[in-house]
């Protein structure tokens, strides 16, 4: 069956430390993997998109890596900060055009002072 | 560009009402989109609409789900005999592939809790 899993244990880090949040996924072919940010009680955010073709992406401090021989994306958040803590969601497109997106369960961040 | 918007943001309703939720898309955005997520998961996909069509409905959307986009502008999200098991953050997100992109804007979302 077509699987997205995150670490689904939270995540702590201290305060300007590299974190990496890592999705794997079983049983698809995407044709782009997308990350967003999800506050508590708001909708998600979208961060960054990276395409089959692509093996990085980097936006400021962020940056997402997609292997697919492996199966599997990390998301970096260098330098992190108290503010980045939310939980962040990986989700998956398929490669025939509507645009449905297959999340994974998100893994939360924490980043303390 | 004033963003997704939901209406209402919360709503608490007892098992066996009926309830409907509005979303409002970017309006630029062709596509349009409705997900469920409940605590500690991601969002699941019900059902998407290019314009005024629907093309797509996920086979979790039970015959007690029915959704709209009549103009290709707003769209409604109707729950007949709601159960408890509805109880869910519902997500509604627009996007334009035109840009190149699938890029999902999403909205603030509606809490539906049933008792």
């Known amino acids: 069956s077509q699987k997205i899993e995150q670490n689904s244990e939270a995540l702590n880090i201290q305060e300007g430390k590299t974190a990496t949040l890592t999705c794997n996924y079983t049983n698809y072919s995407p044709a782009y993997l997308q990350w967003y940010r999800q506050d508590p009680g708001r909708g998600p955010v979208f961060l960054l998109l990276?395409?089959?073709?692509?093996k990085e992406k980097r936006k400021e401090r962020l940056k997402v890596t997609f292997d697919t021989t492996l199966k599997q994306s990390l998301f970096h958040i260098t330098a992190s900060q108290p503010a980045d803590s939310a939980t962040y969601l990986c989700a998956v497109g398929s490669s025939s055009n509507t645009g449905k997106l297959i999340f994974g369960q998100g893994t939360t961040l924490q980043v303390k002072p | 560009d004033t963003g997704v918007s939901q209406d209402p943001r919360h709503k608490i309703t007892k098992r066996g009402q009926n309830v409907t939720f509005r979303c409002d898309p970017i309006s630029e955005h062709n596509r349009l989109y409705w997900y469920r997520q409940t605590l500690g998961q991601g969002p699941e996909f019900l059902t998407y609409f290019q314009n005024e069509a629907q093309l797509e409905k996920s086979r979790l959307l039970s015959d007690r789900f029915s959704a709209e986009r009549p103009k290709g502008s707003f769209s409604t999200l109707e729950i007949q005999r709601t159960e408890q098991g509805d109880s869910a953050m519902y997500l509604c997100?627009?996007?334009?592939?035109?840009?190149?992109?699938?890029?999902?804007?999403f909205g603030p979302g509606t809490r539906l809790t049933v008792l």
């Open positions: 990276i395409r089959e073709n692509e």
């Open positions: 997100a627009s996007s334009d592939p035109g840009q190149g992109t699938d890029t999902q804007y």
